[in-house]
């Protein structure tokens, strides 16, 4: 059964910068691609970013030059640095594994972790 743990979300100002990380057990974590999700209150859950097992990333167009997802295979940990944030970031943030192609346009994982909150606010 897998299991995720994020954590690292939290209050910050408009042009600020939060790191997330997550760490993952239950799946062997070096062959999956992962990525980091996040849902706003009343929106779908999509996906922000996306790093396979070789370390190609992909991201959102929303994201793209301000969030960079990074993994560490020996601590089975995925993170997303998150900068120049703007209140629209708002949301919780969870990561899962992701489509090995990278693709976006996929059917979500059916498990998922508690997620941390990012708030974006002055």
């Known amino acids: 059964q897998v299991q995720l743990v994020e954590s690292g979300g939290g209050v910050v100002q408009p042009g600020g910068s939060l790191k997330l990380s997550c760490v993952a057990s239950?799946?062997?974590?070096?062959?999956?691609?992962m990525g980091w999700y996040r849902q706003a209150p009343g929106k779908q859950r999509d996906l922000v970013a996306a790093?396979?097992?070789?370390?190609?990333?992909r991201y959102a167009d929303s994201v793209k030059g301000r969030f960079t997802i990074s993994r560490d295979n020996a601590k089975n940990t995925v993170y997303l640095q998150m900068r120049s944030l703007s209140p629209e970031d708002t949301a919780v943030y969870y990561c899962?594994?992701?489509?090995?192609?990278?693709?976006?346009?996929?059917?979500?994982?059916?498990?998922w972790g508690q997620g941390t909150q990012v708030t974006v606010s002055s």
């Open positions: 899962n594994k992701a489509d090995p192609l990278l693709r976006f346009d996929v059917s979500l994982p059916p498990e």
């Open positions: 790093v396979s097992s070789g370390g190609t990333t």
């Open positions: 239950g799946i062997v974590f070096n062959i999956n691609t």
